[in-house]
C-alpha cells in the first residue's frame, strides 16, 4: 500500500479529504468523518493520519482528531495533545498485520468502538 493508494480508496467511500503539513510532517485530514459505533456513534469528528514515507508501507502509530473526544492525557485511553494544534487529539493505536486501505477504514472504526 502507498500513501497515493489510501487516500484513493478514502476518497472512494466519498470522504473528503485533505492534506495538512505541520513542520515536516505531512497528514491526510479526512473531513467530517462521522464515528460508527462505540459510545461516540454519530459524532462528527476530523480525522487525520501521518503520511509515511517508508517503502514498504508502515502505517503511523497513531491517528488525530478534531475536536477532542475523550478527556486528555489519561493513561488507560493513551490519548495526548496532537502536534497538529491545540485543537486536535493524538490518539496511540498501532495498526495489526500488514496495511491496507481497507485495514485503515477498520483500524479508525476500530479505536472509537473500543472508547
Known amino acids: ?3 497515493e493508494e489510501l487516500e484513493a480508496y478514502l476518497e ?3 470522504w473528503k479529504l485533505e492534506r495538512r ?3 515536516s510532517q505531512t497528514f491526510i485530514v479526512i473531513r467530517n468523518y462521522v ?3 462505540g459510545s461516540l456513534a ?3 469528528c476530523d480525522v487525520a493520519i501521518e503520511r509515511v514515507s ?3 508501507y508502515v502505517a503511523p502509530a ?4 478534531r475536536p477532542a473526544l475523550v478527556p486528555m492525557d489519561t493513561s488507560a485511553l493513551r490519548t495526548m495533545q496532537s502536534a497538529l494544534g491545540p485543537d486536535w487529539q493524538y490518539w496511540s493505536r498501532l495498526v ?3 496495511p491496507t486501505p481497507q485495514r485503515m477504514v477498520a483500524h479508525i472504526a476500530t479505536i472509537f468502538s473500543e472508547v
Open 21 to 23: 503539513v505541520v513542520s
Open 1 to 3: 500500500m502507498t500513501n
Open 42 to 44: 454519530g459524532r462528527i
Open 54 to 56: 517508508a517503502v514498504p
Open 35 to 37: 464515528i460508527p459505533m
Open 12 to 14: 472512494t467511500l466519498g
Open 96 to 98: 495489526r498485520g500488514q
Open 62 to 65: 497513531a491517528i488525530h482528531t
